[in-house]
């Protein structure tokens, strides 16, 4: 079974995990020894995203094609269509097509900081790429779109973020990926409106594991999103030891995702940063607690 919104059919919850192109050749070899580690939990998906205004298209082909084929594990390729002409788009996805690539995670993308680039502009949103794809390769590929349990950052109020977000799954996504997020009562709120807004495919949650106080400062800034009192103490208590740092952002973590499974999660995307360490503990312990009910070992 090759497509994610199949596998979401049959698997609650569903487990995966994303990683980005390496640049340098240090960085892919730890990207490699990662991948290896974490392929033996048996994801149900492996993500690889695409840098912005498409500077890793190359590289995020070649991982996702490479992933499929040697790695045997299903996977996805994000894309953006912000500054890309709908030939450039039809290329890369004719070339996922030949591949058997079927599932793409269809993105805006960031505008740029400098306002005065001129785009090209065949897509606006990413409403506008899953439509185009939908027109152009029918039911071939499996979509996932982006959602925001805090809101986009550009988006005035949540429920006009989750407006347009229907009209992303109106116009064809398959299933949604949440942005990072620490405080499951604000995911809980926002799965219980865009439910109640018409929004019924499988939300899955993405998951951040705390690695180090500099990352999450920079990470939790930028996206906005809400660390919880409890969470920000212990950072604070343990910003200056690594080790401790690691030890009880990790516990928080598999806290937070027993939290989700037992409000019915359909799946637990895991951000990995190309590292296995914090990923692998996590997962690995929620599969020993929830061993038994989800059935997780063969
Ligand atoms: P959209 O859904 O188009 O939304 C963008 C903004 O426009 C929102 O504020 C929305 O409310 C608003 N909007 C939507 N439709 C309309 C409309 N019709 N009229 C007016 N306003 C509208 N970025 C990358 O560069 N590469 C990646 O690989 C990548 N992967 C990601 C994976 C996940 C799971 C997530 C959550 C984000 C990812 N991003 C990635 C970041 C993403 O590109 C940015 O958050 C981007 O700013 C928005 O992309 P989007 O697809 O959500 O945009």
Same mark, same amino acid.
């Given at each position: 079974m090759h497509k994610i919104k199949d596998i979401l059919l049959n698997t609650k919850p569903t487990f995966s995990f994303e990683f980005f192109p390496p640049k340098t050749e240090e960085a892919e070899r730890k990207f490699k020894l990662s991948l290896l580690d974490l392929k033996r939990l048996k994801p149900d998906f492996v993500s690889i995203t695409y840098g912005a205004g498409g500077s890793t298209k190359e590289k995020t082909?070649?991982?996702?094609? #490479?992933?499929?084929?040697?790695?045997? %594990? +299903?996977?996805?390729?994000? %894309?953006?269509?912000?500054?890309?002409?709908?030939?450039?788009?039809?290329?890369?996805?004719?070339?996922y097509k030949k591949a058997n690539i079927q599932n793409i995670m269809a993105l805006r993308g960031d505008l740029?900081?400098?306002? &005065?680039i001129h785009l090209v502009n065949d897509f606006r949103y990413a409403y506008e790429l899953i439509q185009w794809i939908k027109l152009q390769y029918n039911d071939f590929f499996s979509i996932g779109a982006a959602c925001y349990p805090e809101k986009h950052p550009?988006?005035? *109020?949540?429920? #006009? &973020?989750?407006?347009? $977000?229907?009209?992303k799954v109106d116009s064809g996504a398959d299933f949604l990926i949440t942005q990072l997020f620490y405080d499951n009562d604000k995911f809980y709120l926002f799965r219980d409106m865009a439910r109640?807004?018409?929004?019924?495919?499988?939300?899955i949650a993405g998951i951040m594991p705390i690695t180090n106080y500099q990352q999450i400062q920079k990470f939790t800034q930028m996206v906005q999103c809400h660390?919880?009192?409890?969470?920000?103490? $212990?950072?604070?208590? !343990?910003?200056?030891?690594?080790?401790?740092? %690691?030890? +009880?952002?990790?516990?928080?973590?598999i806290q937070?995702?027993?939290?989700?499974?037992n409000n019915d999660i359909d799946g637990i995307h895991? !951000? *990995?940063?190309?590292?296995?360490?914090? *990923?692998? $503990?996590? %997962?690995?312990?929620?599969?020993?607690?929830y061993q038994k009910n989800l059935n997780l070992y063969e």
């Open positions: 082909e070649a991982l996702v094609i #490479e992933i499929q084929n040697q790695d045997l %594990l +299903v996977s996805m390729a994000h %894309l953006t269509c912000i500054g890309s002409s709908k030939e450039e788009i039809g290329f890369l996805l004719n070339q740029p900081k400098n306002k &005065d550009e988006a005035k *109020t949540l429920k #006009e &973020d989750i407006e347009y $977000l229907k009209l109640k807004m018409g929004i019924h495919v499988p939300i660390i919880p009192k409890n969470l920000e103490k $212990l950072i604070e208590k !343990y910003k200056d030891s690594q080790e401790d740092l %690691l030890k +009880v952002s990790i516990e928080y973590s937070q995702c027993e939290d989700l499974i895991f !951000y *990995t940063l190309n590292q296995s360490n914090a *990923t692998y $503990l996590i %997962l690995s312990e929620l599969k020993k607690i």
